[in-house]
């Protein structure tokens, strides 16, 4: 069953189409990758998805409802989540009241409510101080912060935008643990990512884009071997 | 800790109460002046916290008054009712403006508010007949009939409650959703927070103190003019308390207030001509070397002393 389908989406900033006549669908439950070179349109597509950006054309459907004109505090509280490609931590905010404006408003908690459900999702995801403000925190508890509030929104769907790089290879190790529990929790994740081994171990199905349009779809180990994979990735020379 | 703190609000609480009983008419005519400052310096500092830098504070406060006046003198109502009638007008014109405006940012935004101002003070000067034009307003039934105690005390309660209001502000979800939007526009509405809502709200919740605070204090005196109820003092001098004081906080405007306002009448004793000179100097030094404000200030030094004892 598909929880998200694109149809025909197009976006345009000014003269440059971002992305061009997307069709796609995510199903239920699934670890799907959007891979593709630099300027392919993976973080458009995410920001069209979740509402940062509105589409030029065509329609998103989530959850069999139309989401293609909703705001995107609207789309947060249909199940939507997402994290950012350039961390961006509330940086007025400590650790654990960052992952509670999550769970405040895109689950409409009550203030003690979202703050247990806070605390207990920096345990999960191994945040050690809730109570740190955020000008010396490492890169990796600001990766975890973005997924924790993410999560604190009760998503059905989480999209991860590049949340392994600028990781070393034991934390790339613990955060692909971490997506593994989130997605034992029942969430549906697309994750977006340059770091191909990552890719291959945890995803069941990627999606290629290059140029803003739909080059390849199936599992990485077959989509790794096609020719106009590779040519996009490498070059014609390759 | 929290019984001591409680403890020293009822203490300052009843001293600010007390105070008329102990002095003499010309301080509480201070005390009058540095509360009305210190309301709007608050609701300034409140929108502050949302990211958005708003010029409108004299605009809201001359219409409140405008408002208090006309309602007293060609209604009939009492000055009570003509003070929560100046509220609500603030509040319902800041709704519909803010519907509009509140769609710009940073600088566009603020200039609109700047722009506010003018425009509502044009508007009130060429309504002749409603608002007495060019050469303002009077009425002869004041509040409490000049009874500067009285008055004392009800801008006191308004301090209070605007206090109240500042506090709730940041003890509730509000906090989250407005520091969220200070912090990151695209992570706060990402995150389910329905940015132009807040936004509004804390808008109105702001011009309608303003306004009320703004036709108190012109009822005390039943008069008002179109320069001088508009006047940009209304505008700058909370925004300048405010920072002295410490932004995003509401003990800073509090703090800056009773600093600027003591000391400007302070001056005013000592050296009649040109005391705003050394006022000015004083605002710039506090911002230059005090970056956070006499609250920031002192916060980083007490935090400074706990970390110490800490790692002790």
């Known amino acids: 069953m598909s929880i998200l389908k694109l149809d025909k989406v197009t976006k345009r900033f000014g003269g440059l189409v971002a992305v061009d006549n997307v069709s796609m669908e995510i199903q239920q439950g699934e670890i799907l990758g959007l891979i593709g070179p630099n300027g392919a349109g993976k973080t458009t597509l995410t920001n069209l998805i979740s509402g940062v950006h509105m589409v030029s054309e065509g329609k998103i459907i989530f959850d069999g409802i139309d989401i293609t004109f909703l705001p995107a505090h609207k789309r947060c509280n249909l199940g939507i989540a997402r994290t950012f490609q350039i961390a961006r931590p509330l940086k007025n905010l400590t650790v654990v009241e960052n992952i509670m404006v999550g769970g405040l408003f895109g689950n409409g908690e009550k203030l003690k409510e979202s703050k247990k459900s806070a605390l207990m999702l920096c345990e999960t995801i191994g945040l050690e101080e809730p109570d740190q403000t955020l000008d010396k925190i490492t890169v990796l508890d600001i990766k975890k912060i973005e997924i924790a509030r993410a999560m604190a929104t009760k998503p059905k769907i989480l999209f991860l935008d590049e949340v392994m790089s600028g990781l070393n290879m034991d934390e790339t190790r613990e955060m692909i643990d971490t997506v593994r529990k989130i997605r034992g929790t029942g969430v549906t994740i697309c994750i977006i990512e340059h770091v191909m081994s990552v890719i291959r171990e945890i995803t069941e199905r990627v999606i290629v884009l290059d140029r803003g349009t739909i080059l390849a779809e199936g599992p990485y180990s077959e989509v790794s071997q096609q020719h106009n994979v590779i040519t996009a990735y490498l070059g014609e020379d390759a | ?312």
């Open chain 2, 1 to 312: 800790m929290k019984i001591t703190k409680s403890l020293v609000i009822i203490m300052l609480l009843i001293a600010a109460a007390l105070l008329p009983v102990v002095t003499e008419a010309y301080f509480i005519s201070v005390a009058i002046t540095i509360l009305t400052f210190m309301t709007l310096s608050i609701s300034w500092d409140m929108m502050l916290r949302t990211g958005q830098l708003s010029f409108g504070t004299a605009g809201f406060f001359g219409l409140g008054g405008y408002t208090g006046i006309i309602a007293v003198a060609d209604f009939g109502v009492d000055p009570l009712v003509g003070i929560i009638l100046g509220g609500l007008l603030a509040g319902g014109v800041s709704l519909l403006l803010g519907m509009a405006i509140l769609r710009l940012r940073g600088l566009y935004f603020a200039i609109t508010t700047m722009a506010l101002a003018s425009v509502f003070m044009v508007i009130i000067r060429n309504l002749n007949k409603l608002t007495g034009g060019p050469s303002g307003k009077i009425v002869y039934t004041t509040l409490f009939n000049y009874d500067s105690v009285k008055v004392y005390w009800l801008m006191l309660g308004i301090t209070v409650g605007t206090i109240v209001v500042s506090e709730v502000f940041q003890r509730t979800r509000v906090h989250f959703a407005i520091d969220s939007i200070r912090a990151d526009e695209t992570v706060a509405k990402s995150h389910g927070v329905n940015i132009y809502k807040y936004l509004i709200f804390v808008f109105v919740v702001t011009s309608i103190i303003q306004g009320v605070i703004g036709s108190t204090y012109a009822l005390q005196y039943g008069f008002v003019y179109p320069e001088s109820s508009f006047s940009a003092h209304y505008l700058l001098l909370p925004i300048a308390m405010a920072l002295v004081g410490g932004i995003y906080s509401t003990i800073g405007p509090v703090l800056g207030a009773i600093i600027l306002g003591l000391s400007s009448e302070y001056l005013k004793l000592i050296m009649p001509y040109g005391h705003l000179i050394i006022y000015g100097v004083i605002i710039v030094v506090v911002v230059l070397f005090l970056p956070n404000g006499v609250y920031g200030a002192i916060k980083d030094v007490t935090g400074f002393r706990k970390r110490r004892l800490e790692e002790r």
